[in-house]
């Protein structure tokens, strides 16, 4: 199933989301302080292809929360907007919400993503 959901993912709007991120961590990685930085975007591009069946764990220091004060203003509030924005249209369907709440996992990893580890939920 969850390879069902995550091929319709992609044609439903997981591409558009991973290309943001990817996008981000190019100009991110356009310097050579930015590359930690944009070593994370390309990272997180990976759950924004197949968000179903992961889930994310928020881990985090001082310096975590530093880097995400700076990625909120240079990049993260255009990237959560966008995948809020997404998920919003989703929704608006019953059959969308499911998409939809990936969306908004994504938005919420968007606004503060160093200290954040994605993790793999394990069939029961």
Same mark, same amino acid.
């Given at each position: 199933?969850?390879?069902?959901?995550?091929?319709?993912?992609?044609?439903?709007?997981?591409?558009?989301?991973?290309?943001?991120?990817?996008?981000?961590?190019?100009?991110?990685?356009?310097?050579?302080?930015? =590359?930690?930085?944009?070593?994370?975007?390309?990272?997180?591009?990976?759950?924004?292809?197949?968000?179903?069946?992961?889930?994310?764990?928020?881990?985090?220091?001082?310096?975590?929360?530093?880097?995400?004060?700076?990625?909120?203003?240079?990049?993260?509030?255009?990237?959560?907007?966008?995948?809020? =924005?997404?998920?919003?249209?989703?929704?608006?369907?019953?059959?969308?919400?499911?998409?939809?709440?990936?969306?908004? *996992?994504?938005?919420?990893?968007?606004?503060?993503?160093?200290?954040?580890?994605?993790? *793999? =939920?394990?069939?029961?």
């Amino acid at each position: 199933m969850r390879l069902l959901g995550n091929i319709l993912w992609i044609i439903f709007g997981g591409l558009a989301s991973a290309l943001g991120w990817f996008a981000a961590g190019i100009l991110w990685c356009i310097t050579i302080i930015g =590359i930690p930085v944009g070593k994370q975007c390309f990272k997180l591009a990976s759950i924004s292809l197949n968000p179903f069946g992961k889930e994310i764990v928020y881990e985090g220091g001082a310096a975590s929360f530093l880097l995400n004060v700076i990625w909120f203003f240079v990049s993260g509030l255009e990237l959560a907007l966008c995948n809020f =924005i997404a998920g919003v249209i989703l929704c608006i369907t019953i059959i969308g919400i499911p998409f939809g709440k990936q969306f908004f *996992k994504i938005a919420k990893l968007a606004l503060s993503p160093f200290g954040a580890k994605v993790v *793999k =939920i394990e069939d029961l």
